[in-house]
């Protein structure tokens, strides 16, 4: 008997001459769900553990395109070409709304797909999470469509008091604060589960990685809700310390991933 006989395939002998039907995905070695195709999975070191779509991801999904929705420069098709001038000056407002949006769905999708927990106090951290992202689209709006037109030269909503910028900078604060907050205690919520979700130690390493990430971003949230008490101009600027602290932290551990990764081998 030759060497390719005596190694059968877990599901019986193999056949060269047979093809799996194209309805039929073949499973990664890697063991990712079956929608991902050899070649083109989504994390290298993080095997997602989350199945088909489920009824939460669904609504989630929709929450988020509606939050966007209401994101919109504005809900009529401009009828002349001062209207249509006015609402392109809100295009740059619009679009830093929506990759903020964007960042959180991207974050909350990747915790979904890497976990695929739908436990009652994963489903209660998702449902808080939605409720933020809704209430604080307009404030989110707002804070930005009034920066754009003080550095376009447009004054419209700049004439606001001391007392009024204060506050709309902590309400601001607190709600980019609350929402990585509440991603924070998803990951926590993760890790407490890791033997149970069965996480390798590359996987452990990452699922600390994003708990610390999140938890960066939740302190620079409160961070400018305080500062807000004082000066709410640099309220605004101290989220610019997120780039290069978020930068350096990822790439310090994105050898460490690799290293263990490889370590792993």
């Given at each position: 008997m030759s060497r390719h006989e005596k190694h059968d395939s877990p599901h019986g002998p193999s056949h060269p001459t047979m093809h799996s039907s194209p309805q039929e995905v073949p499973a990664t070695p890697h063991g990712f769900p079956s929608e991902h195709r050899r070649g083109l999975l989504p994390e290298k070191y993080f095997r997602w553990r989350g199945g088909e779509i489920t009824r939460l991801e669904a609504f989630c999904d929709v929450v988020f395109g509606f939050a966007i929705t209401l994101l919109v420069v504005s809900l009529e098709v401009p009828h002349t070409y001062a209207e249509l001038i006015a609402d392109m000056r809100g295009f740059f407002a619009f679009a830093i709304c929506f990759a903020q949006l964007i960042m959180i769905w991207r974050t909350h999708y990747k915790f979904s797909r890497r976990y695929g927990l739908e436990d009652p106090y994963t489903v209660l951290l998702n449902v808080v999470l939605l409720f933020l992202v809704l209430f604080y689209v307009y404030p989110l709006k707002f804070v930005f469509t009034m920066l754009v037109s003080q550095i376009t030269g447009a004054h419209a909503g700049a004439n606001l008091s001391a007392g009024?910028?204060?506050?709309?900078?902590?309400?601001?604060?607190?709600?980019?604060?609350?929402?990585?907050?509440?991603?924070?205690?998803?990951?926590?919520?993760?890790?407490?589960?890791?033997?149970?979700?069965?996480?390798?130690?590359?996987?452990?390493?990452?699922?600390?990685?994003?708990?610390?990430?999140?938890?960066?971003?939740?302190?620079?949230?409160?961070?400018?809700?305080?500062?807000?008490?004082?000066?709410?101009?640099?309220?605004?600027?101290?989220?610019?310390?997120?780039?290069?602290?978020?930068?350096?932290?990822?790439?310090?551990?994105?050898?460490?991933?690799?290293?263990?990764?490889?370590?792993?081998?």
């Open positions: 009024e910028a204060s506050m709309l900078m902590r309400i601001y604060g607190a709600g980019f604060a609350s929402v990585f907050l509440l991603i924070f205690l998803m990951y926590t919520h993760a890790y407490k589960l890791r033997r149970a979700l069965e996480l390798n130690n590359v996987e452990i390493l990452e699922t600390r990685v994003a708990m610390q990430e999140t938890a960066i971003l939740a302190f620079v949230g409160l961070a400018s809700f305080a500062i807000a008490f004082r000066s709410p101009e640099w309220a605004g600027w101290s989220f610019c310390v997120l780039g290069p602290i978020l930068a350096i932290h990822g790439s310090m551990f994105g050898r460490r991933t690799r290293a263990l990764a490889e370590a792993a081998r």
